[in-house]
C-alpha cells in the first residue's frame, strides 16, 4: 500500500514564503512523477508544480518564477518553495504521484489527503 504523506502549509502572510514536503510511504520500487496540484473554494483542482525523476519540471504559469520544485528519489519526497505567496495561493494543496512502481510490481497513481494553504488578503 502507497501512502503520500504531506506537512507544511498553514497560514501563512501576503509577500511571505511557504515549503510543502511530501514524502511517498510503502513498498514502492520508483516514481515517474511526483508534484503538488491544488483546489481553491469552487474551483477545480490544478496543477502548481511537477518534477519527474530525471529532473524536467512543470510550472503553472501563475507560479512560475517565484516557485521551486525538488525531489530526493531516494528518500522518495518531495517539495515545493512558494515565495511571495499571494492571497490566490489560498487553496488545498495536493501531494501527487504517478508511474509509482511497487515491490509488487504494480504501477499506479496517488494522491494525499491535502493540507491548507491560507493567505489573508
Known amino acids: 500500500q502507497v501512502q503520500l504523506v504531506e506537512s507544511g502549509g498553514g497560514l501563512v502572510q501576503a509577500g511571505g514564503s511557504l515549503r510543502l514536503s511530501c514524502a511517498a510511504v510503502?513498498?514502492?520500487?520508483?516514481?515517474?512523477?511526483m508534484g503538488w496540484y491544488r483546489q481553491a473554494p469552487g474551483k477545480q483542482r490544478e496543477l502548481v508544480a511537477t518534477v519527474t525523476s530525471g529532473g524536467s519540471t512543470k510550472f503553472a504559469d501563475s507560479v512560475k518564477g517565484r516557485s521551486t520544485i525538488s525531489r530526493d528519489n531516494a528518500k522518495k519526497m518531495v517539495s515545493l518553495q512558494m515565495n511571495v505567496v499571494k492571497p490566490e495561493d489560498t487553496a488545498v494543496y495536493y501531494c501527487y504521484a504517478a508511474g509509482v512502481l511497487t515491490a509488487t510490481m504494480s504501477s499506479g497513481e496517488y494522491w494525499g489527503r491535502g493540507t491548507q494553504v491560507t493567505v489573508p488578503s
Open positions: 510503502g513498498s514502492i520500487i520508483s516514481i515517474n512523477n
